[in-house]
């Protein structure tokens, strides 16, 4: 065969592998991205727990500090009768106290908690407890919305991850051919090895050494369009770096790299095992 055609096959199976390499690190950000995501929206849902209005400024402040010790909390806002009051004015479009003639509204300390606890178990349970104290009237959050986004939140998660998987198989699949392609013309020259005496490992180990720096140099290169990529979009949208950060890309960029050595590697010895167990005169019918 002559050196041309090995260049074209050589240069296929590069382009080949770093394109697959490409968009499966392409859907490990976009996993990354909505993990992330699903860690902000769940770290924003909030609980409020209204406060007795027998309890002082300075009982209140103490109740206040003690929550925010608690291990399902990552921050407290009090919100006081009267902050309460003017916010419904602008939602009524009244105010309360012409009708009544008092404030009905009790302050309140809203309780921002950790992702682990927004499940609408670990909310209920939270809930119970907090009723149990004296100094609490009532607890208060949006059950059917947080269970909603909760569902939602997983149905993504699963979603994305069953892709993941189905791509992982088909990027499998077409690096195998492509490495698969590149060994057949140089099957005879394996069965001449080993007819010669030369051990299995010793006939494989080029042929995956070969693989490897495909499998390597494909991963370089898909990291460097991903950098590309990553870089434009964040021109346009500078957020992406808190979606994003360093540390993440650089698993992504590693698990691009380790993927690709992995795929080549074994595919090339899957292959040059499968020409070895054959016999001469089936190489000429495949």
């Not at 950000?29 to 929206?41: G, K, P, Q, T, V």
């Not at 370089?220 to 949208?237: P, T």
Request: glycine share 4%; aromatic share 10%; charged share 20%.
């Amino acid at each position: 065969m002559s050196k041309s055609v090995i260049k074209i096959q050589t240069f296929s199976v590069y382009t080949s592998t770093t394109l697959v390499l490409l968009l499966l690190g392409a859907m490990c950000a976009l996993l990354f991205s909505a993990r992330a995501l699903s860690e902000h929206i769940r770290n924003n849902m909030t609980m409020s727990v209204v406060v007795s209005a027998k309890l002082d400024d300075g009982e209140i402040e103490k109740f206040r500090t003690q929550l925010a010790k608690r291990k399902y909390v990552i921050d407290t806002k009090y919100i006081s009768s009267a902050e309460i009051l003017e916010e419904q004015k602008i939602e009524l479009g009244a105010d309360p106290v012409e009708f009544l003639g008092y404030n009905p509204y009790e302050p309140s300390i809203e309780l921002t908690l950790k992702s682990e606890y927004t499940h609408i178990d670990s909310m209920a349970n939270i809930e119970k407890a907090l009723l149990k104290d004296k100094r609490v009237s009532q607890v208060l959050y949006h059950r059917e919305i947080i269970d909603t986004v909760n569902n939602n939140i997983n149905k993504i998660a699963i979603a994305l991850l069953a892709f993941m998987v189905i791509l992982t198989l088909i990027s499998w699949s077409l690096i195998g051919n492509a490495v698969r392609l590149s060994i057949y013309s140089k099957r005879f020259l394996l069965h001449t090895m080993k007819l010669v005496g030369a051990t299995w490992g010793f006939i494989r180990r080029p042929f995956m050494m070969h693989n490897l720096y495909i499998g390597l140099f494909s991963g370089i290169a898909a990291n460097i369009l991903l950098g590309i990529i990553f870089y434009l979009i964040l021109q346009h949208e500078p957020a992406i770096i808190t979606i994003l950060p360093p540390v993440t890309l650089g698993i992504i960029a590693l698990a691009v790299i380790l993927f690709g050595i992995v795929m080549t590697t074994s595919c090339a010895y899957v292959s040059v095992t499968k020409f070895l167990r054959m016999r001469g005169d089936d190489l000429y019918f495949i």
